[in-house]
């Protein structure tokens, strides 16, 4: 049992985050392009197809603790200091996405429609932190592989 909620989780991680990694990445330098443009320069509906990925992805993720936390149980690892702090990182990156870059991204899709113009740092707050969900990720990660002081040998 422990081998297949390890591959689910893994697979729901890599089938959740990459899009949203991607998807979330690409949005700041798209939003630009288009705000250069009077029309959006054809970009608004890669835009919104951008936002909508990571919108979906995000839901998808909640299948990654539904799968970690048994599997963390399995292997009697709950209070280890590596899981907990891999917990506190995913909870940060949660909050980053569904509180900060979400709405960012969905004020910046109803301004360009809008036809507002935008100051240059909100594409740099934007990446910014994208760049910062993405970090925690790769702490999560590593942290993951790692595991600082554990006894499994792996």
């Not at 959006?40 to 979906?56: A, F, I, N, Q």
């Not at 299948?63 to 599997?71: S, Y």
């Not at 990446?127 to 040998?153: C, D, E, K």
């Amino acid at each position: 049992m422990t081998k297949l909620l390890l591959s689910i989780h893994v697979l729901a991680v890599i089938l959740a985050v990459g899009p949203i990694a991607v998807a979330a990445s690409m949005f700041p330098a798209f939003a630009r392009r288009a705000a250069a443009t009077p029309d959006g320069g054809g970009e608004l509906g890669s835009l919104h197809t951008l936002h909508r990925v990571c919108r979906v992805y995000a839901v998808v993720g909640i299948a990654i603790p539904m799968f970690g936390l048994p599997l963390a149980d399995l292997m009697g690892v709950l209070g280890s200091p590596w899981l907990i702090a891999s917990l506190v990182l995913t909870g940060i990156a949660a909050v980053v996405l569904v509180f900060v870059m979400l709405p960012r991204q969905q004020r910046v899709l109803v301004q360009l429609g809008d036809g507002e113009s935008l100051d240059a740092r909100v594409f740099a707050r934007l990446a910014m932190f994208t760049g910062i969900f993405n970090l925690l990720w790769a702490a999560v990660t590593v942290l993951m592989i790692v595991r600082p002081g554990s006894s499994t040998g792996v």
